[in-house]
């Protein structure tokens, strides 16, 4: 490394460092050499003397090494270029740097005011202030060891003084006044220990201090030609010569561990000697020395390495790296019943930490509507800048092909939905009322909007009652009980609130990960989550969101501005957010259950909490279940909605046709009315018939076909009834060019199809008998349109599955209801195929496919009807199908002698066991004749059936 030598050049100390030399007492050989009033300067030597290495002390000179001189890793404290590694920095560079900082005082004609702190990093100034003043020692040299963080200091000193008082007086000095460095102030101070050896200047970068030190035991040095002087304890050259010497390290080499441990203690405190395996065939033989601070290593090596025990073996130090013993994973590793959940729960935090506020800013967004185009200001104004002219140019193509005799049927039928839709709002009109008044009011319940599929409940909530309002959230319920396994749900449900971004994969690998964690340790790791708690964090985050949704428009200058958040929430309802639960019911599969329990109790809290106004969607008469269970103090603020009247649903589909009639008069008085309302239409057209010959008749023949189509459309709706879904497909066929009486037999016709394959022909996993209806498997598909032709709707009521119905009970109603139209519920539960233990499952199963409605009266069911008004003339039109009634007759035939025979069957063994009895006693006589008239009466009814059955077959075999 960097020496400092003397040279020829003529360089004057400083000042100060002349000041000190004038303070050494004149019989004192002074401290650094001087010849001729010149001086030694600095010079840079990486390899010791004439690049061997090693630092020689001749006879009369001692080496001392002064540790805590520089930091160990002296590249991030000097690192002044940061495109070089610490490997790139010399011994040279440093010393450079050193002079920068000091060498301006010599330049100077008197010290500045720098000059104590330039004085902290200079390594000359720090050996002075170690060295006593009054120690009789002359330096000849410095060498600064940066990789060591010290220096070692070569001297001279009087022939009457050892080297090893010198190291005792430093050691004083040091104790009594400690040097601390500039870069440990407050732990860290200077030690000084006397080279025993000859200390190996290498500057190998892979060889870096460690607090493992390595002694390996070789055979001294031949002895030296020229006798050692006494006084010179620290030279190699004074250790005793050994003939004979092992230059390979044998085992007579080795020392023991007292002999290593009083060499090595005085450096520090050791923690481990740790002697060579006694069969280990390694030479030389060694020991290693683990001390507790990697300074006192340093130091042990720097004053040790060449040492010469007993005039027989010579130490050869040098560090080792410490294997690392990984400890810590060790012990996370053993102790995992203990390491898992802490991980779990760090995983937790972090994810609640990071993803949340994301997953409530983009919930926000979605309630919001933050990032949806037609929301802009841009998007609106261009919509007001091209309605006009969109409008007029689909009217004028509408007046064009309307004079072609291409048209649809009536001008802007394109936007006939909003004259339908008004005309269905005058008729619901206090309906809305209410609802927009409970949205205003501060009331700690659900609304809730029942009525049948298709009665209009969404396109009044949604499209009408929170059209103006933009804090609106709705949910379909359907997706999400309809989606396949648990991923899909968690997705469904995230897309539905707007969670983003939602990790439905991970669930599954935790899954994955607790089962294996849970097989080797016996102990679930918590990594994984069920559903519920999936859900139930989902919709945790969204009522937070919810939350700060309502508190938005709060500001500092409101007058209630002093109210806190649930007092603010309270006063102002209508800040609220509205939360729409579509399509919202009660079934009894477990995951479909679930998904209703979950969004009721969020629902709950969130009425609760006077969070967000909550209204419920539903078509099912049994929603109570469901919503009681989470609020079971509140009265519901419910809103039936049904059919409309024949008036309005003629005013509903005319509307849509662009016919208007006035509203004063009664459409179906008389002729003359009809009339007058007819000629008040803008040269529309309601139905175009299929002859080419109507088309180019006279003015007078047109006028007589919508007359022929206003008198057929008032005799249609009474079969369709009030249903909207039923009607809007009408009004679909009708623009098609169809006359109203065709179109209406299609919609009874696809509607009877859709009962036979869905109800009639479907599997069923009733135990009391199989199905003989039951056909194929493509037949319980369920692809058949919704009543009305409304396909969508099918989808839910038709699948693959087992039903809990048969065919012979869904036949059973079809049959009664086409010909009473309105069933006693009490009654057909006493029917024979009715009169099981799972009857009423069946009933009210075939309830929830909406082919029948139980209709309740003072909390109890009383009455059951056909599902919708298009289902009653669909059941009449399967009553007059002679050949599927004479098969479905026959098969309730065969169901209830199935039954009979049962009970025949009964009657018998019990009349076997009273007859093996060894006498008959009279009191068996009562119920003998019971059983005897039950087994007649059976009887009678199995052959009268078995007669029907005969007849029904030939009709079977008759009919097509």
């Not at 897309?495 to 669930?507: M, T």
């Not at 729409?580 to 679930?594: M, P």
């Not at 050949?883 to 098969?891: E, G, Y």
Request: aromatic share 6%; hydrophobic share 40%.
């Amino acid at each position: 490394m960097n020496a400092v030598r003397c040279s020829r050049s003529a360089v004057s100390l400083p000042a100060w460092r002349a000041s000190q030399l004038s303070r050494l007492p004149r019989h004192r050989t002074p401290r650094f050499a001087q010849t001729g009033n010149v001086f030694r300067r600095w010079e840079t030597s990486t390899t010791g003397d004439d690049k061997s290495g090693h630092i020689a002390a001749q006879p009369g000179e001692g080496i001392i090494f002064f540790d805590n001189v520089f930091p160990l890793r002296v590249s991030s404290v000097v690192n002044w270029r940061l495109w070089l590694s610490a490997s790139d920095y010399t011994d040279a560079d440093v010393s450079t740097l050193l002079r920068r900082l000091t060498g301006a005082k010599s330049t100077s004609s008197g010290p500045s005011l720098l000059s104590p702190i330039l004085s902290m990093f200079d390594p000359v100034a720090q050996v002075q202030r170690a060295i006593p003043a009054d120690l009789p020692l002359t330096i000849t040299e410095i060498v600064p060891r940066l990789k060591d963080g010290g220096v070692f200091i070569k001297f001279r000193h009087p022939a009457d003084l050892a080297a090893t008082e010198i190291e005792e007086s430093l050691t004083r000095s040091l104790y009594k006044s400690p040097v601390r460095p500039w870069f440990n102030p407050l732990w860290g101070c200077m030690r000084a220990g006397l080279v025993r050896g000859v200390p190996w200047l290498e500057d190998l970068a892979s060889r870096v201090p460690s607090e493992r030190v390595r002694v390996e035991f070789c055979a001294p040095p031949p002895p030296p030609l020229l006798p050692s002087r006494t006084g010179a304890a620290s030279s190699a050259a004074t250790t005793a010569p050994v003939a004979g010497g092992d230059a390979s390290g044998s085992a007579s080499l080795e020392l023991s561990q007292e002999t290593i441990y009083s060499l090595f203690r005085r450096y520090g405190k050791i923690a481990e000697i740790s002697s060579q395996p006694f069969e280990s065939k390694t030479l030389p033989r060694y020991t290693v020395i683990d001390f507790v601070r990697v300074r006192d290593a340093v130091l042990a090596r720097s004053c040790l390495h060449g040492y010469v025990v007993n005039g027989a073996t010579r130490l050869r130090l040098s560090y080792e790296p410490r294997a690392r013993a990984h400890h810590i994973w060790d012990w996370l590793t053993s102790h995992q019943r203990i390491v898992v959940p802490i991980l779990a729960a760090l995983l937790a935090t972090v994810t609640v930490a990071v993803f949340d506020p994301i997953r409530t800013f983009f919930i926000r967004a979605h309630v919001q509507h933050s990032f949806a185009l037609r929301d802009s200001s841009l998007y609106k104004w261009l919509q007001r800048r091209t309605s006009a002219m969109l409008a007029f140019a689909r009217d004028s193509y509408d007046a064009a092909a309307d004079g072609m005799g291409m048209g649809s049927g009536g001008s802007g039928v394109g936007s006939g939905s909003r004259p339908g839709l008004r005309a269905l709002l005058s008729h619901r009109r206090d309906l809305l009322d209410w609802l927009n008044t409970w949205l205003l009011e501060t009331s700690e319940t659900f609304i809730v909007v029942q009525g049948p599929r298709g009665s209009g409940k969404r396109e009044l909530v949604v499209d009408q009652a929170l059209s103006g309002r933009r804090d609106v959230l709705v949910i379909d319920c359907k997706p999400i009980v309809e989606a396949r396994g648990e991923s899909a749900t968690i997705k469904k449900m995230a897309n539905a609130v707007g969670y983003r971004p939602v990790f439905s994969w991970a669930n599954n690998i935790s899954s994955l990960v607790d089962l294996a964690v849970q097989g080797t340790t016996g102990v679930k790791s918590g990594f994984s989550e069920t559903l519920d708690e999936q859900l139930a964090k989902i919709l945790q985050t969204a009522a937070v969101a919810m939350r700060q949704v309502g508190l938005a428009g709060r500001h500092k200058s409101d007058i209630d501005a002093s109210l806190n958040e649930d007092a603010y929430l309270e006063a102002h309802p209508e800040r609220r957010p509205v939360i729409v639960l579509d399509n919202f019911g009660q079934r009894n599969e477990d995951a479909t259950g679930l998904v209703y329990d979950k969004l009721a109790e969020w629902a709950a809290a969130l009425v609760q909490a006077n969070v967000a106004h909550v209204v419920f969607l539903t078509s099912d008469t049994s929603y109570p279940k469901a919503l009681v269970k989470a609020l079971p103090d509140r009265v519901f603020r419910q809103m039936a909605l049904g059919d409309l009247s024949p008036a309005v649903a003629k005013k509903y589909v005319l509307s849509h046709l662009a016919v208007k009639e006035d509203d004063g008069e009664n459409s179906s008085s008389s002729s003359e009315e009809r009339k007058t309302a007819i000629e008040a239409v803008q040269e529309e057209s309601v139905a175009v018939t299929t002859t080419t010959t109507t088309k180019t008749d006279s003015p007078l023949g047109a006028t007589q076909t919508r007359r022929e189509a206003i008198s057929e459309l008032d005799e249609c709706i009474g079969v369709l009834g009030g249903r909207l879904t039923d009607l809007e497909s009408l009004v679909r066929r009708l623009k098609s060019g169809q006359r109203p009486k065709r179109a209406v037999t299609e919609i009874v016709d696809q509607s009877a199809t859709e009962i036979i394959k869905m109800f009639l022909l479907a599997p069923s996993k009733q135990a009391g008998g199989s199905s003989s209806g039951s056909s194929s498997s493509s037949s319980s598909s369920g692809s058949g349109a919704a009543p009305g032709g409304v396909g969508s709707t099918a989808g839910s009521r038709g699948t693959s599955s087992p039903r809990a119905w048969t065919a012979e009970q869904a036949w059973y109603l079809v049959r009664e209801v086409a010909a009473k139209e309105s069933l006693r519920y009490n009654e057909v539960l006493l029917s024979d195929l009715f009169a099981t233990a799972d009857g009423m499952d069946a009933l009210d199963a075939l309830a929830a496919a909406e082919l029948v409605t139980i209709r309740s009266a003072r909390g109890r069911p009383q009455t059951i009807r056909a599902g919708s008004p298009v289902y009653q003339a669909a059941f009449s039109r399967l009553r007059s199908d002679t050949a599927l009634a004479a098969r479905l007759d026959r098969s309730v035939l065969a169901a209830r002698t199935a039954v009979e025979t049962k009970a025949v069957a009964k009657a018998e063994e019990e009349l076997v066991l009273l007859g093996s009895l060894p006498r008959q006693p009279a009191q068996t006589t009562e119920r003998v004749q019971y059983l005897l008239m039950k087994l007649q009466t059976a009887q009678a009814r199995v052959t009268a059936y078995d007669t029907e059955m005969s007849r029904l077959k030939k009709v079977m075999s008759e009919e097509v």
